[in-house]
C-alpha cells in the first residue's frame, strides 16, 4: 500500500505519507564498514534513468582572480515521460559592485558517448579524458558566458561507503527512490568564459560533483547545505540533506577532506553541519544563516584519526534565489503545486577569509582557504 501513495504523490506532485524513519536506507550504514570508496572511471557513467530523476553533473570554481563560478548539466525525467538537459553557468565576481552573472539554456539534441562518460548537445560538450582525470566543458548555447574549460582531479574522488546511494522505501529490497553523490574533492581548473563585458580567466581550483536524485526532489529532501572549501593544502567538501517528515526528517551527510594526492578522511554519519547564528527572511519565513561550524570526521589509509574545523561568519551573502522563479521549467513541474514548497538557495563565500584546522593523529595544522557555501530551503 505504501509503494502505491508513493506512486500516486509521484505522478501527482503531492507530498508524500509518513513512512517514518525506516523507509530510508542511509548511505551512512554503508559507511559503518566502508568509510567510503575511491573512484574508477566507470563510476563517472551517466544513469540517464528513464523513470523520475535529476542527474546533474556541476564544476565548482575558484579562479585566482578571485572570481567565483559555476557550471552544470542537468538531465531530467517527469514520470519517464519528459526528458529535458539544461546547461547553467552563474559567475560571481570579486569586486562586490558588479551584478553576478546567471545563464540557464536548454540543450536540444543531448545525448552521452557510448560508454555514457561524456555528454554533448547542440553547441555544448562535457567531455571525459581517455585516461578518466579531467573533464572539458565547452560551451557557446549563450552569447552571455562562452564556456571552454578544463578540470583535472588533483587528488582521487570518493563516494561515501560501498556504492555512495541511500535508498528510500518501506521495502529496502525494492525501493522507489534514491540519492547519490559523487565527488572530485580537489581539482585544478584552465580555461575561460567569455562574457559580453570580455574574457575572465579561470586558472584556480574547483571541486566537481556528480548527483542523483532517483525521485522528485522535494520527496528526498526539505533542506540542504553544501560546503566547498579550498585552500593551498585542503579541500574540504560536504553535502548534507535532511528529508521531509515523511522519513522521518532523517539527516544524511556526505563529505570528505583532501589534499593533493590523497583523501584524508571522508565518509557519511560522523560530519556535522551547525548554523550557529541565523536570522529570520521576512519574504518567506525561512531562516538563513549567518555563521555556521562544520566538522569532518574520520580516519586515514593508516588508522590514523583525521578531523578537520572550519567556523566563522558567513559575512554579506552573495544571492537569494528564488528557485520557482529561476529554475529550468522542468524543476517546477517535479516540485510545483505541493502545499508547502517555497524552495530557496542561500549562497555565500565569506569577504573576510575562513581557516580551517585539520588534526591528523593529533598534530594540528590551520590554513586559510576560500569557501562556497550553500544553504537551501525546500519545504
Known amino acids: ?15 508524500e505519507p509518513i ?43 575558484m579562479a585566482n582572480s578571485g572570481h567565483i563560478g559555476m557550471v552544470q548539466v542537468i538531465y531530467s525525467n517527469v514520470v519517464g515521460i519528459h526528458t529535458t538537459c539544461q546547461f547553467n553557468t552563474k559567475i560571481f565576481y570579486p569586486d562586490d559592485k558588479t551584478p553576478h552573472l546567471w545563464s540557464s539554456d536548454a540543450l536540444d539534441e543531448a545525448g552521452f558517448d557510448t560508454d555514457k562518460l561524456s555528454f554533448h548537445a547542440d553547441g555544448c560538450a562535457m567531455t571525459l579524458s581517455k ?13 552571455d558566458s562562452i564556456v571552454n574549460l578544463t578540470v583535472t582531479k588533483t587528488a582521487p574522488g570518493f563516494h561515501a561507503g560501498k ?25 585544478h581548473t584552465e580555461g575561460t568564459i567569455i562574457t559580453k563585458a570580455g574574457p575572465i580567466d579561470f586558472k584556480g ?25 579550498q585552500s593551498p593544502s585542503f579541500s574540504a567538501v560536504m553535502m548534507e ?39 529570520k527572511d521576512t519574504e518567506n519565513d525561512w531562516t538563513s544563516p549567518e ?19 572550519l567556523a566563522g561568519d558567513l559575512g554579506t551573502r552573495l544571492d537569494k534565489v528564488d528557485v520557482m522563479e529561476k529554475v529550468p521549467g522542468f524543476i517546477k513541474t517535479l516540485v510545483g503545486g505541493v502545499v508547502g514548497t517555497k524552495p530557496y538557495i542561500y549562497q555565500y563565500s565569506p ?14 595544522t590551520r590554513e586559510e582557504g576560500e569557501l562556497f557555501m550553500e544553504a537551501t530551503f525546500i519545504s
Open 205 to 229: 581550483k574547483a571541486f566537481f560533483s556528480h548527483a542523483l536524485q532517483g525521485m522528485k526532489p522535494h520527496h528526498a529532501a526539505a533542506k540542504w547545505n553544501f560546503i566547498d572549501f
Open 241 to 279: 540533506y535532511t528529508t521531509p517528515p515523511s522519513y522521518g526528517s532523517t539527516v544524511v551527510n556526505v563529505g570528505g577532506l583532501a589534499t593533493d594526492g590523497q583523501i584524508l578522511c571522508a565518509g557519511s554519519g560522523a560530519n556535522s553541519v551547525e548554523h550557529t547564528k541565523v536570522t
Open 131 to 143: 585516461d578518466g582525470n579531467s573533464y572539458t566543458i565547452k560551451s557557446v548555447v549563450n552569447e
Open 351 to 364: 569577504q573576510k577569509k575562513l581557516s580551517i584546522t585539520v588534526d591528523i593523529d593529533g598534530i594540528e
Open 1 to 15: 500500500m505504501n509503494w502505491i501513495k508513493q506512486q500516486v504523490a509521484n505522478v501527482a506532485g503531492t507530498q
Open 19 to 61: 513512512y517514518g524513519p525506516s523507509a530510508i536506507q542511509s548511505v551512512a550504514e554503508q559507511a559503518k564498514s566502508t568509510p567510503y570508496t575511491e573512484l574508477s572511471k566507470a563510476d563517472l557513467k551517466w544513469e540517464a534513468m528513464k523513470s523520475t530523476c535529476v542527474e546533474t553533473q556541476t564544476f565548482y570554481i
Open 291 to 309: 555563521a555556521l561550524k562544520i566538522v569532518w570526521r574520520g580516519s586515514n589509509k593508516d588508522g590514523k584519526a583525521v578531523s578537520a574545523t
Open 163 to 187: 556504492d555512495g546511494t541511500s535508498f528510500f522505501g518501506s521495502d529496502p529490497n525494492n525501493p522507489w527512490g534514491s540519492m547519490r553523490h559523487r565527488f572530485w574533492p580537489r581539482c
